[in-house]
Antibody, heavy 121, light 107 residues
């Protein structure tokens, strides 16, 4: 059974870079039918799509974050990563990684449990 | 961006009731609409994809419908485990966008 697990620091200082990794187990990140995405949820707010990556490194980003976000994939380690630069308190959120199933009309069908990241000095 | 507006924002119901949540899109599209169930501290769970299809393992009391700009999620015969927050999401056009959520509470 496919599982995703986010990892990374839970506390990041303002103006620094947030870095998270999503490790995929029980399946290959190199699947041609899937993209791999990051979604976040600030406290008390709804869900926001950050971006996706394909196993060959092709990416799509939310324009609202594009200038600060990089998503990359490492097929040898079966994981993908998120970097957000110049973070502020507005980037405080639970960050989820998820698999996008193209056969499901691009729905996110498997999610990680999420990791809380707080931006504070 | 396609704006997704859910109604109601919150809803109180009893076990055994049937409820319907609506999601309205700012632009028309077909099929690229998903529904998720989200409980505190847990990962969101995909309930419906392609507006009306159920992934394997999702109970049949969940159903989805609609096309164009108006979509619905109906839960028939509510069970205790169904009390959660529900989100719609469009994947027709990037950036993918979610509704603001509907919190379903026990009456």
């Amino acid at each position: 059974q496919l599982q995703l697990q986010e990892s990374g620091p839970g506390l990041v200082k303002p103006s620094e870079t947030l870095s998270l990794t999503c490790t995929v187990s029980g399946g290959s990140i190199s699947s041609s039918s899937h993209y791999w995405g990051w979604i976040r949820q600030p406290p008390g707010k709804g869900l926001e799509w950050i971006g996706n990556v394909y196993y060959n490194g092709v990416t799509d980003y939310n324009p609202s974050l594009k200038s600060r976000v990089t998503i990359s994939v490492d097929t040898s380690k079966n994981h993908f990563s998120l970097k957000v630069t110049y973070v502020t308190a507005a980037d405080t959120a639970v960050y989820y990684c998820a698999r996008l199933e193209s056969g499901y009309y691009d729905a996110f069908d498997v999610w990680g449990p999420g990791t809380m990241v707080t931006i504070s000095s | 961006d396609i704006q997704m507006t859910q109604s109601p924002s919150s809803l109180a119901a009893s076990v055994g009731d049937s409820v319907t949540i609506t999601c309205r899109a700012s632009q028309s599209f077909r099929n690229y609409l998903s529904w998720y169930q989200h409980k505190p501290g847990k990962a969101p769970k995909l309930l419906i994809y392609a507006a009306s299809s159920l992934p394997r393992g999702v109970p049949s009391r969940f159903s989805g419908g609609g096309s164009g700009t108006d979509f619905t999620l109906t839960i028939s015969s509510l069970q205790p485990e169904d009390f959660a927050t529900y989100y719609c999401q469009q994947s027709h056009t990037m950036p993918y966008t979610f509704g603001q959520g509907t919190k379903l509470e026990i009456k």
